[in-house]
């Protein structure tokens, strides 16, 4: 079955705890990016990856980073987290650029940073 | 700036009405405008994407339209069910400063009662 993966489904951690959130696809697409979802604010792009080793800031990248070391992983790392990383995050990928490419969601990972 | 639209923020129907749910963008230059369901806590579904050089999709008891000169999409769910009860998003790809982007309403929490 096509599908984007995503792990923790839920993570409950303290301030400045590394962590890493995984994603994985498995439809060889070229594109994934990261999101966070917030009420009032909807969905925010943090990070987004044009291929392997192609990584870009999306319109909210403090405090994150990723990496793109194979076509089917993505995964969102949070070095130091904080409490206004309290989120709910989507992975996603899409078979080329999102202008002209339906995307494809991960099921989502509810962050708490106390 | 892209900026995406979706009013009402929330709408309950009585079961069995056909009913629309409206999207804006404030830029016409897009390249497709997509729509998703998100049911709570859980990740966005694909519904129809419609590409900059259409007018319609449909898909089943689903259709979205599109008016690029005046910036609008609706989205039209014949014969409501409450199974439908979801939040609708719509989101626009678009090319920004250096590559292509999908900019997200913050979307339309429906209620179909039963």
Redo the contacts between chains.
């Keep these: 079955e096509a599908q ?1 993966t995503q792990n923790p489904r839920y993570l409950i951690t303290v301030t400045g705890k590394k962590l890493t959130v995984t994603c994985s696809q498995n439809m060889n697409h070229e594109y994934m990016s990261w999101y966070r979802q917030d009420p ?4 925010r ?1 943090i990070y ?1 990856s ?1 291929n392997v080793e192609v990584t ?1 800031k ?1 319109d909210v990248p403090e405090g994150y980073k990723v990496s793109r070391k194979e076509k089917r992983n993505f995964p969102l790392i949070l070095e130091s987290p904080s409490p206004n990383q309290t989120s ?1 995050y ?1 992975c ?1 990928s899409s078979p080329g ?4 490419y ?7 990972t ?1 962050l708490t940073v106390t | 700036k892209q900026e995406v639209t979706q009013i009402p923020a929330a709408l309950s129907v009585p079961e069995g009405e056909n009913l629309v749910l409206n999207c804006s963008f404030t830029d016409s230059a897009i390249y497709n405008l997509q729509w998703f369901r998100q049911d709570p806590g859980k990740g966005l579904t694909s519904l129809l994407l419609i590409q900059s050089s259409q007018r319609e999709q449909t898909s089943g008891r689903l259709n979205a339209s599109l008016d690029k000169s005046s910036g609008r999409s609706t989205l039209y769910i014949a014969a409501s069910q409450p199974g439908d009860s979801a939040t609708y998003l719509c989101a626009v790809g678009t090319f920004t400063n250096r590559d292509d982007k999908i900019i997200f309403g913050k979307g339309t929490r429906l209620h179909i009662l039963p």
């Design positions: 984007v009032g604010l909807g969905l792009q987004y044009m870009d999306g709910l989507f996603a650029g999102l202008a002209y339906e995307q494809y969601f991960g099921p989502g509810r």
